[in-house]
DNA sequence: AAGAACTCCTGTTGGC
DNA sequence: TGCCAACAGGAGTTCT
């Protein structure tokens, strides 16, 4: 699925088209994704202004006029599709999208002021679409929970520390919480464990002396995290079997994973000579270099 | 209560 | 070529 960075692509890409403008009309053509629509979703949608479109962790956060906030989460597969002004809406059984899904997928697709149509495909149906009200949003289930930007200033190496303090479960599941980060993803986790040198394998606690404090390694590792999504987010994500940008325009960060995807291709790191390897952790896949990243 | 396993769903890929 | 198992960017729920 898509992490913070191709999420932060998609918010930027769609926002042109949904931030000030109304929703004309709504189809909703399932009664669920992952979880079930809220009630009376098309009529909650249909004739509301957008306010502001933001993102936070994985999620697209769509303010409404009327004071909801729509949440939506693109699960692993979801994705959005705008369809500039002037164009009509495919329908269902259409095999081919303009920018090359499956309609059959397309679940939602809202109509514009102005007649853009942006339209939601998900097939394995994993992201999902929710209401709440802008002041509760902070007390929602979904958001309560999630822990600090990786961007913002919260993600420190004092902080990160302390958050893995005592954990005994692997690094590379701790970074993947989003209770600790909220944001980070598979293929991001791998490539800054890459980065900072250190194994995914080492327990999560290792990131925390005496009394909870950072250690060097710490103080290595959290720059890494930082760096490594904002050049995806310059890349404009990555685009692996189905994600890309709104507008069709697919992300190159891909080209630049030094470990994903790269089981049994050489470490690039100067002078390590190591083989890149795949291990499972936690049912998913993690990619490292056990020569230099311990 | 932390941590790991299981679950949802469809599509693609690689090995035989 | 066909068939089938493994795997895919997530994360809530259920177990141990």
Redesign the pocket.
């Known amino acids: 699925?898509?992490?913070l960075?191709?999420v932060e692509t998609v918010c930027r890409g769609l926002a042109p088209f949904l931030v000030d403008a109304t929703i004309e009309h709504v189809e909703q053509r399932r009664p669920d994704l992952?979880f079930p629509f809220p009630e009376r979703f098309v009529d909650r949608l249909k004739g509301q202004r957008v306010t502001a479109l933001e993102r936070r962790?994985?999620?697209l956060l769509c303010s409404l006029q009327s004071g909801e906030v729509l949440i939506m989460?693109?699960?692993?597969?979801g994705r959005f599709t705008i369809r500039p002004a002037g164009s009509n809406a495919m329908q269902p059984g259409e095999f081919l999208h303009e920018t090359g899904g499956?309609a059959?997928?397309d679940h939602v697709v809202l109509t514009m002021t102005g007649g853009a149509v942006v339209t939601y495909n998900d097939?394995?149906?994993?992201g999902f679409m929710l209401l709440a009200e802008a002041g509760k949003l902070e007390d929602h289930?979904?958001m309560r929970?999630l822990g600090v930007e990786p961007l913002g200033e919260a993600l420190t190496d004092t902080y990160l520390a302390q958050a893995c303090q005592?954990?005994?479960?692997?690094l590379k599941?701790?970074l993947?919480d989003?209770?600790i980060i909220?944001?980070?993803?598979?293929?991001y986790v791998c490539e800054a464990l890459y980065r900072a040198g250190l194994s995914p394998r080492r327990?999560?606690?290792t990131l925390a002396g005496r009394g909870g404090k950072p250690v060097k390694r710490t103080t290595q590792l959290v720059p890494e995290i930082k760096a490594v999504l904002e050049d995806a987010i310059e890349a404009g994500?990555?685009?692996?079997?189905?994600?890309?940008a709104p507008q069709g325009d697919l992300?190159y960060f891909?080209h630049s994973f030094a470990v994903?995807?790269r089981e049994g291709l050489e470490c690039q790191r100067e002078g390590c000579g190591g083989t890149i390897r795949?291990i499972?952790?936690?049912?998913?896949?993690t990619f490292y270099c056990p020569a230099c990243q311990r």
């Open positions: 699925m898509p992490e960075p191709e992952r962790a994985k999620y989460h693109l699960g692993m597969s499956n059959a997928h097939p394995r149906r994993f289930k979904l929970g005592g954990k005994k479960t692997s599941a701790a993947l989003q209770r909220a944001g980070l993803g598979n293929i327990a999560a606690g994500g990555s685009t692996l079997r189905d994600y890309q992300g891909q994903y995807g795949r499972v952790q936690g049912g998913r896949s």
